[in-house]
């Protein structure tokens, strides 16, 4: 999906060994909602990343002298993110196929796994063969190996691939899918947490995938590096320590809030913050776009209206991406998933809000500007003095129903990263294995949230009536 929506890609000058080596950083692109292979913890009331991957990441680092820094984000951007230099290595349970091998390079195997198919136990007499799931409708991770291997076995299935594999169980638990294809250390985790799941019988004809950590092309020396470190961790026989560690961790005691409440608050406070730098920044740049528009200037006019205009007529998701990527494959800039998220937001909003101050300064009588004009006053001075204070009265209320939008517009901003309450909501998912619960109190807090913020305009919008 990255791929097709990005055409920009950075092609590293020197191997990216040196450029690891040069930061003193190792980057690590991973989707932390893929226990027991990577995914967030609350220790001591501080949240940690845990998992396979996590410990073998950790290994890697070590080994080369560098730190570590963990880059999350939802697996089908991870490819991209490579591509455009945003991460130096994918760790993440990625298996290598034709396609990926074409864009990247894969270091050896370091896990073989099994590929299985989940059902809900009452099925598990009526599927118990490839042809049982014939026609039936079979949930996989997008652009996965599991998603290739659903549509070249399972004769004439009907493939549902989503992003993230939370919100496949849950299409399984809920009766959408008949099935759902995940490697068999995921599919065990799931299991343990959801009873009326079990394995099918059923074998695929190629279920022994191998996963690799995928790097950047032309970059031999990070390779050997990754396959030194990789033979090491398969001869000292590290690989067991890292899985029972791994299941240590995802099974801690205590309860679902003592765990997982301070995800939220996090994650609340992000969204407020990002939502208000939209709103804030993109109000003055739309200011700025709203007059332009208004210029007589044909040139200002057509520019403004060029930006409006397409913007406006782009989805969010696509601006947000294009920020991510471009920042770094066109500009070189290696901007932070927050940064790049607010960025997009304040050129979303920027749009909108200039067309609500465009229409707020047009809805003031003209009779208004006339008689002021008549008075003497130059332009500057009847837009200061006369147009615009009644403007803002126009203007104020439609601006915190903008403001009420991006705060759930900014929930989209969580593709790259960004760890607002939609993005925490997530990685609650995948570390609790609950599919539901996070959502339901992600769609309370957001409600709480704008609920909140519309009485409040309400009452602003009261006063400012009564002022008149």
């Not at 370091?110 to 026609?135: C, N, P």
């Not at 399972?154 to 995940?182: C, F, Q, W, Y």
């Amino acid at each position: 999906m990255i791929a097709t929506i990005t055409p920009f890609t950075a092609h590293a000058k020197t191997d990216q060994f040196d450029t690891i080596k040069k930061n003193g950083v190792l980057r690590v692109g991973l989707s932390a909602d893929y226990a027991p292979y990577e995914f967030e913890k609350t220790v001591n009331g501080k949240r940690e990343y845990a998992g396979i991957d996590i410990e073998l990441s950790k290994k890697l680092a070590k080994d080369l002298g560098v730190e570590l820094k963990i880059v999350n984000m939802q697996f089908d951007s991870l490819l991209g993110a490579l591509k455009t230099g945003k991460i130096d290595v994918i760790i993440s349970g990625m298996s290598p196929t034709p396609e990926r091998k074409k864009e990247v390079d894969f270091s050896d195997y370091y896990m073989h796994v099994q590929q299985r198919m989940i059902i809900q136990k009452k099925d598990a007499k009526k599927l118990k063969s490839i042809e049982d799931f014939k026609g039936k409708n079979i949930g996989v991770q997008k652009q996965t190996t599991q998603e290739e291997l659903a549509k070249t076995e399972i004769p004439d299935a009907n493939v549902t691939s989503l992003t993230r594999v939370p919100e496949i169980i849950m299409s399984l638990n809920t009766g959408k899918i008949d099935g759902v294809v995940l490697e068999g250390p995921v599919g065990e985790a799931y299991l343990s947490q959801n009873t009326n799941l079990a394995f099918s019988d059923m074998q695929f004809a190629d279920e022994n995938k191998g996963t690799a950590i995928a790097l950047p092309k032309d970059s031999p020396k990070l390779l050997d590096a990754l396959n030194k470190t990789i033979k090491e961790v398969e001869d000292k026989g590290l690989m067991k320590g890292y899985k029972d560690k791994a299941n240590e961790a995802m099974f801690d005691e205590g309860s679902f809030f003592s765990k997982y409440s301070s995800f939220f608050i996090q994650g609340i406070g992000a969204t407020i913050l990002i939502s208000l730098i939209g709103v804030v920044l993109g109000s003055i740049f739309g200011g700025v776009l709203a007059f332009m528009k208004l210029s007589k200037h044909i040139i200002l006019k057509t520019l403004s209206w060029i930006y409006i205009e397409f913007i406006r007529g782009t989805p969010l998701l696509v601006q947000v991406f294009l920020v991510y990527f471009g920042t770094t494959a066109v500009l070189g800039i290696d901007l932070s998933a927050f940064i790049c998220g607010a960025i997009a937001l304040v050129i979303n909003c920027a749009a909108y809000i200039a067309e609500i101050i465009r229409a707020g300064i047009n809805a003031v009588d003209k009779g208004q500007t006339e008689a002021a004009r008549s008075l003497g006053l130059s332009h500057a001075q009847t837009m200061n003095k006369v147009v615009m204070p009644q403007a803002i009265k126009n203007i104020l209320p439609a601006l915190g129903n903008e403001f009420v939008t991006v705060i759930k517009e900014s929930s989209i901003v969580s593709v790259i990263g960004v760890s607002e309450l939609m993005f925490n909501a997530q990685v609650v998912q995948g570390a609790s294995f609950d599919p539901f619960t996070p959502l339901l109190i992600a769609a309370v807090v957001y409600f709480i949230l704008t609920f909140a913020l519309s009485r409040v305009m309400n009452v602003f919008e009261r006063r400012m009536r009564v002022s008149d």
